[in-house]
Nanobody, 121 residues
Framework: QVQLAESGGDLVQAGGSLRLSCTAS????????MRWHRQAPAKQRELVAG???????NYADSVKGRFTISRDNAKNTVYLQMNSLKPEDTAVYSC???????????????WGQGTQVTVSS
């Protein structure tokens, strides 16, 4: 099994910055894509950003130019640098790692528990 541990969520004022981290551990053969999703109260979960093993990134339009996703393959860790935060960025941010536990295993999405980001106005 693969476990994901997120950190970095906090309360911050609008215009501030936070850096989220997520590290995968356990029985890992390979991790392909890593992603950050978020879910605000009474809203659907949305994809914030994703990054392939080769470093190709994609972002939600709402965060382009403000958020940067990166990863350290050697540490099985993905980061989300969030700048110019807005109150509408308030949400629980969850990390996802798509990976395999063995060479013949299916690729599966593993989810973290989430970390709370609150942006005050």
């Amino acid at each position: 099994q693969v476990q994901l541990a997120e950190s970095g969520g906090d309360l911050v004022q609008a215009g501030g910055s936070l850096r989220l981290s997520c590290t995968a551990s356990g029985t890992i053969f390979s991790i392909d894509e890593m992603r950050w999703h978020r879910q605000a109260p009474a809203k659907q979960r949305e994809l914030v950003a994703g990054i392939t093993r080769d470093g190709v990134t994609n972002y939600a339009d709402s965060v382009k130019g403000r958020f940067t996703i990166s990863r350290d393959n050697a540490k099985n860790t993905v980061y989300l640098q969030m700048n110019s935060l807005k109150p509408e960025d308030t949400a629980v941010y969850s990390c996802v790692a798509r990976g395999r536990v063995g060479p013949l295993a299916y690729r599966v999405d593993y989810w973290g528990q989430g970390t709370q980001v609150t942006v005050s106005s």
